[in-house]
């Protein structure tokens, strides 16, 4: 009997939490659409598939080597403008696209292109900067990683400036779907679509394939993955491969969607996405995507109450408090052991 | 390793500065302060600009070190990592461009004021620090980043007290009537005050270092959990620690408003957090005069030499170098000095006297 009562106290906990997540957040998208109308219900899903595919490379990278990777809202700063390159340059599309065999042939090529680039990017900061100080003590990375950021920031201002730019937005912001009088763009599910997939994609690989198992043991001790076989130079590098990569596809689709950037943008999202990886429960995958959306919300929540100017203040108290009282965020997360 | 030591002094000095410490940083200070306007008119510098221009610069490098100093007692001695410096800075600048100037009409002494600064800037610190010293190292190093970045923000912002990105103008300078005036066009006054503050600063920290806090610091740094378990509290400690750095920076912010007489926002973004911090990383974590140094470096290189080198180019008109803002390139050096220090020497070029097994030692067990 008394073997038994654990075990049925786990399942129950599991269905409650299976069931309830799901109507948490449905009522949460409810009030939030009855709230603040269906324009800017849509502009914080976007934002929040924006935030939620940058936080993934935080939580992954805090999750495996417990380091906050300063220089991650740069690497996808430093996407945009790949995409930029990648569309007007090489492509040589300056509008939108109307044929969809040629839209979608493009789409493939800018994200295959700012995904690859972005992921070697990622990878090369982790061996130059951070491999050599895996041993050493914690305020070592975390220097670099500041400087690392500082670089990125003013290699893309020393070659480009500090202008705004245009990002082509090759996908048509006309193409929409008439709901009763509101007008839903085509872009805005296609941006959330591409989030969702490739968040689901992470969640698939990470839970189901030898390198996503490899990561999980690495996450959880390193030494002793070691002693079992899992080469963990190659492991964290992959995380960091995914993570750089991710924000590539972040920043593709914040191109698509604002069609702007410069060289600053990367320390806000950085920070914003950071929060919401903090949110979700640092180190968790799903907790950071469900962080970067409750970001969203939150940030276009203070633009429907007139406190746009207070966005990042907001979001930053929101950081501290959830490091206060919650270090362990909305879902739990594997890292917290002194958190 | 062999420390690179001082010019020798005669035993009897060294003996003697050795037993009081704060005397030889005054002589310090002093020989150093006389010696650079003269070392400025030696031919290759004094061609460069006048007397008046280095003793400005030497002014600026003056408030930088002191600013790396302060960093250099949350980093270097308690190993706590602060990115939003500036924001202290901006703290004390605007404490005193509020109380004294015509933006809101009231006319505060400039003394009062400097004292106000310190106070306003350690309780700024303790309220920063007291929710979010109890968190790991890291996320400490967010947090400030964070406020780095909202108090800017918030002056932008607050333009009821602050004058939004116009900044507050006209900014009182600090009067001491019978014995010197302080004006806009004479340097010299300002350079002697700031050498008055560098010194109190560096014998207050260096005093500081060899106190029970300081030690409390220096344990908390090489390993926290010994640090507790041998009675430190560890979470007033580091309180301690934040609120002093805190406060020098608010300190010499008020100084460099009174300096400037023009405060705004954008005079304290994370450029200034991050050049900071290099000048820390640079100078030896941990060291306080090696710190100073850094700053004071670090100030002269990207504010003279590549002034100097831009002109230089485009008075020999090659043709591709004329192009290159050599100025630009100073953000991106901070950043490469980030990272190369740590990688190759992370004690840096002026490694503290007693050795710091957090920065250096490659072997730390987990």
Known sequence: MAATTPVRQVRTERQRSVFVLPLVITAFLAVMLAWMGLGQFLNAITLGAVYALIALGYTMVYGIIELINFAHGDVFMVSTFVTMFVTSTILGQKDAIYGLPQLLLSLIIVFVLTVGIMAVIGAAIERVAYRPLRRAPKLAPLITAIGVSFILQNIIQFFV??????????????????????????????????????????????????????????????????????????TIMITFLIGSGLAGAAGMVHGLYYGNTNFQIGFQSGLKAFT?????????????????????FVEVGAVVLGFSRWGGAVVFALLVIFLVFRPTGLLGSHTGDRA | M???????????????????????????????????????????????????AWTNAFTIAAIYAVMAIGLNVVIGMAGLLDLGYAAFFALGGYTYAILASSFLGIHLPFWPVLIFGIIIGAIFGVLLGAPTLRLRGDYLAIVTLGFGEIVPLTLLNAEAFTNGTRGIGGIDKPQLKPLVEFTLTNPWPFYLLVLGMLTLVVILVLRLEDSKIGRAWEAIREDELAAESSGINTVISKLQAFAVGA?????????????????????????VSVSTLSAVVLGGMGNVVGVGAGAFVIYLIQNIFLKQLNILVSQLSIPVLMDIDFLKFQYILYGIALV????????????????IRTFKDAEVPK
Do not use: C
Request: charged share 15%.
């Open chain 2, 340 to 355: 190369v220090m740590m990688l190759r020497r992370p004690q840096g070029i002026f490694p503290a006297r007693r050795r």
């Open chain 2, 247 to 271: 406060a020098i920076a608010s300190f010499i912010g008020v100084f460099n408003a009174a300096k400037l007489t023009v405060v705004s926002p954008g005079q304290f973004g994370f450029v």
């Open chain 1, 276 to 296: 919401a990886a903090v949110m979700g429960g640092i180190g968790n995958t799903a907790g950071a995507a469900l962080g970067g959306f409750i970001i969203a």
């Open chain 2, 2 to 52: 062999k420390r690179p030591s001082l010019p020798k002094l005669p035993l009897r000095l060294r003996t003697y500065f050795a037993a009081h410490q704060s005397q030889g940083v005054l002589a310090a200070v002093v020989t150093i302060g006389v010696a650079l306007p003269l070392l400025s008119r030696v031919p290759p510098f004094g061609d460069l600009q006048s007397l008046n």
């Open chain 1, 161 to 234: 400036g500090p202008y705004t730019y245009n990002v082509p937005q090759i996908f048509p912001r006309d193409w929409v779907i008439m709901i009763g009088e509101t007008r839903l763009l085509l872009l805005n599910v296609f941006v959330v679509a591409v989030a969702i997939t490739l968040i689901v994609a992470l969640q698939l690989f990470t839970s189901r394939t030898r390198i996503g198992k490899a990561m999980r043991t690495t996450a959880m001790d390193r030494d002793a993955s070691s002693l079992m076989g899992v080469n963990i130079d190659r």
